[in-house]
């Protein structure tokens, strides 16, 4: 059995996922980060690749993700203007968390459909 921890290491290890978590919290910013990293550039696409997001809700997330240095957003002077989005360096630095929480999503699909199986 481990030791208990001091509030201090306790906090220590609280503090950091807790300030991670509201960068990336909610359901849709991973999902967001996802499509815009497998080429999704443009508003519409990342719109129609994200089943039920609204484009309410897109733009909403896509200027927070862009406020916290995980996307940059790029207007092209055209006509009609042209706007793409893409991941950012510092953003690179999620895909290790994201592999980590799509096999940990994977593993425990698997689980819950051969527990449902055996009933």
């Given at each position: 059995m481990a030791n208990k921890k001091s509030y201090q290491e306790c906090q220590g290890d609280i503090l950091p996922i807790r300030d991670a978590l509201e960068i990336i919290n909610g359901k849709w910013k991973i999902l967001i980060l996802i499509?815009?990293?497998h080429g999704n550039k443009r508003f519409t696409e990342i719109e129609r690749s994200i089943p039920k997001i609204t484009g309410k809700v897109l733009a909403k997330q896509l200027k927070e993700l862009e406020m916290n240095d995980l996307i940059k957003r790029t207007v092209y002077d055209s006509t009609p203007v042209s706007i793409e989005y893409e991941p950012t360096?510092?953003?690179?630095?999620?895909?290790?968390?994201?592999n980590a929480l799509k096999e940990w999503g994977q593993n425990h699909r698997r689980r819950i459909i051969s527990r449902s199986k055996k009933k």
């Amino acid at each position: 059995m481990a030791n208990k921890k001091s509030y201090q290491e306790c906090q220590g290890d609280i503090l950091p996922i807790r300030d991670a978590l509201e960068i990336i919290n909610g359901k849709w910013k991973i999902l967001i980060l996802i499509s815009i990293t497998h080429g999704n550039k443009r508003f519409t696409e990342i719109e129609r690749s994200i089943p039920k997001i609204t484009g309410k809700v897109l733009a909403k997330q896509l200027k927070e993700l862009e406020m916290n240095d995980l996307i940059k957003r790029t207007v092209y002077d055209s006509t009609p203007v042209s706007i793409e989005y893409e991941p950012t360096s510092y953003a690179a630095l999620l895909h290790p968390v994201i592999n980590a929480l799509k096999e940990w999503g994977q593993n425990h699909r698997r689980r819950i459909i051969s527990r449902s199986k055996k009933k």
